[in-house]
């Protein structure tokens, strides 16, 4: 086996097939050729993180009966106030094309799994299901099919490192060891993601860095702090929502193996970098990337309306997007975050960006290498980012709205020209007028909550948002209370609002 193939998910290298035609008989065969003893079966619950069910099994029927009939769990707990206890038994439905081997249970094979209700439809209120009906309705409707890549940012929280080679203050972007100390463990869990996945992109350090937490929390006080990125590949939208949850576990215990701890949380520090989750989006039909005009020199008029559907519904993606206090405080203009709904070329002000993306250049190696070889690129590689949402975002709520608002531009009228009356160039906090003239996202839980009252039906007119989900969403929202917090901090001493600033950003640590 090549260096290149021994990188590959060992499970592909063994069936000699994409994960995409994994059946029953080829998880039977792995389970014989590896001597697989369990299997582990994981999905997302209300709270957007990670559940799973361990299944120790003694023969190969037991194990088919699991594979083809999934097994029984308790609704009532994992979707609390949204399925009543007296009918709350739900079955939990592997997916084939997602197996893979746990890098924390020696001989378990693991999948991610479907919520199935007694009549043995998709349960409607479960998000990973309302994500896969809304790209389903997508697809169906344009011909598109909606890629998506997450892009991980996080910080990992240790003792207080040696005094060699201190990192300087907001000065982490792609910093090199010894000035990073965890990057070692960061490339593990680079390489074990993409192992499981086929989906990372890359990984690096990212610009916060905070030598010495305060705060009331004994996890976090007099620790350092860390910043990294891992980025992921497009793939189609459910899939990268799977990914990106399989990913935030990953890190979490890896981190933990090592007696560190690792955070999503938007903001940790007033003046230091927070922590998006910025999605890039591309549409597809028949596999090609359909972001770009034939000439390659231009975005495609079906991106543009999926840059109008995201502008149109912006606002109330918050509501997903960015789900606790603190998110607001990361939303700062002149901080590499977005504060107005608009979108522009490469620029990281704006709320959607286009990033460079070899449209007009290839095979730039041939200009700094001394012998000349030929390179045929097989697609465009051209996306469009959206950089509003954060760690504290429900991963498949989120992407199921994003999903929405490109359909909403895709199909409706004018979202081409609402588009281009949104376009800026460069920093548009300082022209006045234009900053004046673009909306403004919700600066609060409690606004994006009336955005998402006023605007429900954009998400329940298909039927894949339950109205008992946008009533959960809006209540999970409406208890954040923080609607007064800027006149609130506003009112206190430096020294007291400094204390009340730092427990709204680390009271939600281990959100999602």
């Not at 690096?204 to 590949?233: D, F, T």
């Not at 199909?411 to 403004?440: I, P």
Request: with cysteine; aromatic share 8%; charged share 25%.
């Amino acid at each position: 086996m090549d260096s290149v193939t021994a990188l590959m998910n060992p499970l592909i290298n063994l069936v000699g097939k994409p994960r995409q035609q994994f059946t029953r008989a080829d998880l039977i065969k792995i389970i014989q050729k590896l001597e697989i003893r369990t299997l582990t079966f994981h999905y997302t619950g209300w709270d957007g993180k990670l559940k799973e069910l361990r299944l120790p099994f003694a023969n190969l029927n037991q194990a088919e009966r699991l594979l083809a009939e999934g097994e029984r769990v308790d609704g009532s707990s994992l979707f609390k106030g949204l399925v009543e206890a007296g009918g709350s038994d739900l079955y939990v439905i592997p997916v084939y094309r997602s197996a893979f081997l746990n890098p924390f249970l020696e001989g378990s094979l693991d999948f991610f799994c479907r919520f199935v209700n007694r009549e043995g439809e998709l349960a409607p209120y479960a998000p990973d299901n309302i994500l896969l009906k809304t790209a389903q309705r997508l697809h169906e409707t344009t011909g598109f099919e909606l890629h998506a890549l997450g892009e991980l940012e996080f910080y990992l929280i240790s003792a207080p490192a040696d005094d060699l080679y201190p990192a300087a203050r907001q000065s982490g972007y792609h910093a090199a060891a010894p000035f990073v100390k965890h990057k070692a463990l960061v490339d593990d869990m680079a390489l074990k993601l993409s192992q499981i996945t086929g989906a990372v992109k890359y990984a690096h350090g990212e610009v916060g860095y905070i030598p010495g937490i305060q705060s009331e929390l004994l996890e976090l006080n007099g620790k350092h702090a860390e910043q990294y990125e891992i980025e992921g590949l497009l793939r189609p939208i459910e899939e990268t929502a799977d990914n990106v949850v399989l990913g935030k576990w990953l890190i979490r215990n890896l981190a933990a193996q090592q007696g560190v701890l690792a955070t999503f949380a938007p903001k940790l520090e007033e003046g230091v970098a927070g922590s998006g989750l910025h999605f890039h989006l591309a549409l597809k039909k028949d596999n090609r990337n359909a972001m770009l005009n034939p000439n390659k020199q231009a975005l495609s008029v079906p991106a543009k309306k999926l840059i109008g559907g995201l502008c149109r519904h912006a606002a109330v993606l918050s509501a997903f997007g960015n789900s606790v206090a603190s998110s607001y405080l990361r939303l700062v203009k002149n901080q590499e975050a977005p504060t107005q709904i608009c979108w522009s070329d490469m620029n990281r002000h704006a709320l959607i960006r286009v990033p460079l993306a070899w449209q007009s250049v290839t095979n730039l190696s041939n200009i700094v290498n001394p012998v000349p070889e030929p390179y045929q690129r097989i697609e465009s590689r051209q996306t469009v980012e959206l950089r509003s949402p954060d760690g504290s975002a429900h991963i498949h709520l989120l992407l199921a709205g994003i999903t929405q608002a490109v359909l909403t531009g895709l199909t409706e009228n004018g979202m081409t020209t609402y588009a281009e009356e949104r376009y800026v160039k460069g920093n548009f906090h300082e022209d006045k007028a234009l900053s004046d003239r673009l909306e403004r996202l919700p600066g609060s839980c409690m606004e994006a909550a009336q955005r998402l009252r006023q605007e429900r039906d954009i998400f329940t007119k298909n039927g894949f948002f339950t109205d008992q989900v946008i009533d959960a969403a809006l209540a999970n929202l409406e208890a954040e209370q923080d609607g007064d917090v800027r006149e609130r901090l506003q009112r206190l001493s430096p020294a007291e609002r400094q204390q009340e600033i730092r427990r709204l950003m680390h009271k939600d640590l281990h959100k999602q």
